[in-house]
């Protein structure tokens, strides 16, 4: 499975998730 890098536009925060290509993108942070 892939890992995705995700960085919010609010706080900034990043954060590293292993999904699967069919899986939906996260569209919320984990930290707000």
């Known amino acids: 499975m892939p ?3 995700y960085k919010c536009e609010t706080c900034h ?7 699967k290509f069919s899986d939906p993108l996260i569209d919320k942070c984990v930290r707000c």
């Open 3 to 5: 890992l995705y890098e």
């Open 13 to 19: 925060y990043q954060f590293e998730v292993q999904q």
